[in-house]
T-cell receptor
Framework: SQQGEEDPQALSIQEGENATMNCSYK?????LQWYRQNSGRGLVHLIL???NEREKHSGRLRVTLDTSKKSSSLLITASRAADTASYFC???????????WGAGTKLIIKP | EAQVTQNPRYLITVTGKKLTVTCSQN?????MSWYRQDPGLGLRQIYY???????DKGDVPEGYKVSRKEKRNFPLILESPSPNQTSLYFC????????????FGPGTRLTVT
């Protein structure tokens, strides 16, 4: 079974602190995407970074992509209680249209 | 409103009783896919479809069937469900798999006893 790797599996921080999650993959990719899921609900897209991009921002989110290391990171700055959720990375291998997912990072923001 | 709908949202059934979970999108998306989510395993792709009449196996296709007769619909069929197919299932769609985000349905929680 193919799966990307994410770390940490769980992260608990104080409100206002920054949270960083990492995703690693094994193959060449077309793009890498990050999603958020609130307790068993549907996933919500956060940001997509293409293989020729190195960094992308969206509000308090910053995503980096290092294709030489086959890794990506998601940074959430100035965290809020509403950021409590699970975060997943996903990517398309450049050989087909199968979407591979990481196992996710469970983020808890303490008030 | 642009959305992906799934039905039913919850289903409890018995081993061997054929069932279908429907998925429909109103965004004229080319790409549709089905995932299952199990605790600690993240999402795993079951099947995907690039367009009408074009379907391909994902990571865990065994025990499932799909069809794409119309662009908007992508039903998931379990011909003979077994307890190991108890899971949370998501349908998703996107305009282009490579360049665009996936839009997810609300999920179907299936229990097979």
């Amino acid at each position: 079974s193919q799966q990307g790797e994410e770390d940490p599996q769980a992260l608990s921080i104080q409100e206002g602190e920054n949270a960083t999650m990492n995703c690693s993959y094994k193959t060449s990719i077309n793009n890498l995407q990050w999603y958020r899921q609130n307790s068993g609900r549907g996933l919500v897209h956060l940001i997509l970074i293409r293989s020729n991009e190195r960094e992308k921002h969206s509000g308090r989110l910053r995503v980096t992509l290092d294709t030489s290391k086959k890794s990506s990171s998601l940074l959430i700055t100035a965290s809020r209680a509403a950021d409590t959720a699970s975060y997943f990375c996903a990517y398309f291998m450049d050989s087909n249209y199968q979407l591979i997912w990481g196992a996710g990072t469970k983020l808890i923001i303490k008030p | 409103e642009a959305q992906v709908t799934q039905n039913p949202r919850y289903l409890i059934t018995v081993t061997g009783k054929k069932l279908t979970v429907t998925c429909s999108q109103n965004m004229n998306h080319e790409y549709m896919s089905w995932y299952r989510q199990d605790p600690g395993l993240g999402l795993r792709q079951i099947y995907y479809s690039m367009n009408v009449e074009v379907t391909d196996k994902g990571d865990v296709p065994e025990g499932y069937k799909v069809s794409r007769k119309e662009k908007r619909n992508f039903p998931l069929i379990l011909e003979s469900p077994s307890p190991n197919q108890t899971s949370l299932y998501f349908c998703a769609s996107s305009l282009s798999p490579i360049f665009d985000e996936q839009y997810f349905g609300p999920g179907t929680r299936l229990t097979v006893t």
